[in-house]
């Protein structure tokens, strides 16, 4: 990898030093390096809302990009460092379900447990492996070192329950939010496909959104809305999003992660 991409991923915030130490170990390993930072805000130990932000996020990036995402209660455990190689990209990070919706959207896909300590810091802390282990790891991979010298691939992965939508009848589809954004807009795991597969069955039928038993109705785009109503539309991920413009719809309308969401063709 002649000029790489390395991205990063973590809930360690803005204030702490931890994302630039990251920094300063992949550049004294590999000072050619391109790192960017996805996000540093995610909900301190929240594994299923990185796994979305990555499984959102990769696509974007030109292929061999290398995506480090530490979301890691269980650092220092017995849990496992691994890399995770699809037709894309790589992934590292710990073995705790982070790369589970990876796992989902991908057809091929390997996952190595890294093994080889000659590539982690030589003094490792039990509270730092951003630093001590990923980092360098990512370094290393990203000086074109094959991944079959960091360890042995693995079958046994951990995976996490990713909230999927389901058919309730063949006029719904219930889905739910998965995710919050800062401006307030509340993200469901309802995709576009998802909702033309439901359409097709009633091609002359109107798509309805429904929250607690009130319709959101579908806009093409945020300025369509008429005035402070909650509203929805397709983003630019392909989720179906629930909003108020110039608001926040999670505050105004206390929705929160885990809100049930329907889809009904009338």
Excluded at 2 to 25: A, E, H, N, R
Excluded at 47 to 71: G, K, S
Excluded at 75 to 104: E, K, M, Q
Excluded at 164 to 170: R, T
Aim: net charge negative.
């Amino acid at each position: 990898m002649s000029s790489p991409i390395i991205t990063l991923t973590t809930d360690f915030g803005y204030q702490d030093p931890f994302v630039g130490i990251m920094k300063g170990v992949i550049l004294d390993i590999n000072p050619f390096a391109t790192i960017i930072d996805i996000t540093h805000g995610i909900s301190p130990q929240n594994i299923l809302e990185a796994a979305i932000i990555i499984d959102m996020c990769y696509r974007a990036f030109p292929p061999e990009t290398i995506h480090v995402v530490v979301v890691d209660p269980g650092v220092g455990s017995a849990r496992r460092p691994i890399i995770v190689t699809n037709y894309h990209c790589h992934f590292i990070g710990p073995d705790n379900g982070i790369f589970s919706l990876i796992y989902n959207s991908s057809e091929r896909y390997n996952v190595i447990h890294i093994t080889s300590e000659h590539y982690f810091l030589p003094e490792r802390s039990a509270t730092f492996h951003g630093r001590d282990i990923f980092a360098p790891v990512a370094a290393w991979f990203s000086r074109g070192i094959d991944i079959s010298k960091f360890g042995d691939p693995i079958s046994d992965f951990v995976t996490i329950a990713t909230p999927s939508p389901a058919l309730v009848n063949n006029k719904t589809l219930e889905g739910e939010t998965i995710y919050i954004d800062r401006f307030g807009n509340a993200i469901t795991n309802i995709k576009t496909q998802a909702l033309l597969d439901l359409q097709s069955g009633h091609p002359l039928g109107r798509i309805r959104v429904m929250l607690r038993g009130k319709e959101t109705p579908v806009k093409n785009h945020y300025s369509d809305a008429e005035d402070d109503s909650l509203y929805s539309l397709i983003n630019s991920f392909g989720y179906l999003e629930l909003f108020v413009y110039k608001g926040s719809a999670s505050s105004r309308f206390n929705i929160v992660i885990g809100e049930k969401v329907s889809i009904v063709v009338i």
